[in-house]
């Protein structure tokens, strides 16, 4: 009995050495074969670090323009970020949409003067390799206010968006809004200086010696310098399209700063007489309705004949028999008469270079 009692003692403690030494070796090996997974358990797919691979996504609800209205990115894991990289992460309450418009709310000082504007910049513009063109877009009269909205509302979105495949949309568009009235009567004789070019517009051309630059275009002058400096803008491609009272201040704009600008489209506008000798060497495409009873026809008509006269070949001259004011969205979208006389507009304006 004493001899079967040994025999067991002998039994147990052997198979605790093996236990004991099973579970070292295994814990040996672990830590050979497993240094970076602990757990010696294999990753599953869902363990995977996950790639994420952002897509562009446009504001289209009302209720985002809360947010702003810049860009922003959202993978298919539901992460939203703020780069197409997909390293910034945010959430939609902390970043900006970009707008149905594709135009995003800026505002520029300059002097101590500052200026309400819109930015447009393609969707896919790489700012440290890409060289695209300026466009700067001057409204007319009843677009001036403090909202910084309302300059987009005739003849741009027409050809400038994200919707769009074309020229004007793959270039850094700037539409800055001109503040609202403060002279009264606008059409009278007293300078308003909340006008692009202080000029009554239904007088028709003027002389530039005896109207001091407004200073909302000097702040957009200021702001066009500035742009035409980044690196992404291709400076020798800077334009400038502008309507009625915009048409005016294209006008003005280019003759008071022609080195800036490669061509101008002014629209049912007028300009400084007294200019030509600047103007005859800028590239112009204008237009004007010959029965327009807001700003007289006879205008631009007297512009392109001086300039003209004065040996200048770098303007053409489109008339809208029988058209009156309102024909800025025929014109910017304006497709050629299929002569090269009269090309269209879009295929013209982006051919034009410093």
Not at 174 to 184: D, F, L, Y
Not at 237 to 256: K, N
């Amino acid at each position: 009995m004493r001899q079967l009692k040994k025999i067991l003692a002998i039994f147990v403690i052997g198979v605790m050495l093996m236990t004991t030494s099973c579970a070292l070796i295994e814990q040996v090996t672990d830590f050979f074969t497993n240094e970076e997974n602990p757990s010696g358990n294999e990753p599953s797919d869902s363990e995977q670090p996950h790639q994420h691979k952002p897509t562009y996504v446009r504001a289209k609800l009302p209720e985002y323009a809360v947010h702003g209205n810049k860009t922003y990115y959202k993978c298919d894991c539901g992460k939203i970020f703020s780069d197409k990289e997909g390293t910034t992460e945010t959430t939609l309450e902390s970043v900006t949409l970009r707008s149905v418009t594709g135009f995003e709310k800026q505002t520029y000082t300059s002097d101590g003067y500052t200026l309400n504007y819109c930015v447009y910049e393609p969707v896919d513009l790489d700012k440290e390799n890409d060289k695209v063109p300026l466009i700067l877009f001057l409204h007319g009269a009843g677009e001036r206010g403090s909202n910084n909205e309302w300059q987009l509302k005739n003849a741009i979105l027409k050809v400038v968006g994200d919707d769009k495949n074309n020229e004007w949309s793959n270039s850094i568009v700037i539409a800055p809004q001109c503040p609202s009235s403060t002279g009264g009567n606008t059409n009278s004789n007293v300078n308003d200086p909340n006008k692009w070019a202080e000029t009554p517009w239904t007088v028709g051309n003027y002389t530039q010696a005896n109207v001091p630059e407004s200073k909302p275009l000097h702040a957009v002058a200021e702001l066009v310098k500035e742009y035409a400096g980044y690196d992404y803008i291709d400076a020798d491609r800077v334009y400038v399209v502008g309507l009625s009272m915009g048409g005016f201040g294209t006008w003005d704009i280019i003759s008071r700063y022609p080195e800036l600008f490669a061509a101008a489209v002014p629209i049912c506008g007028g300009g400084p007489i007294d200019k030509v000798d600047v103007l005859k060497n800028i590239p112009i495409y204008t237009f004007h309705g010959t029965a327009d009873k807001s700003v007289p026809y006879g205008g631009t008509q007297a512009m392109y004949d001086s300039i003209v006269a004065a040996g200048g070949n770098k303007i053409i001259f489109q008339t809208y028999t029988g058209s009156g004011h309102s024909i800025w969205d025929n014109a910017i979208t304006y497709k050629g008469d299929g002569t090269s006389a009269y090309p269209a507009l879009e295929y013209w304006l982006f051919s034009q270079s410093k």
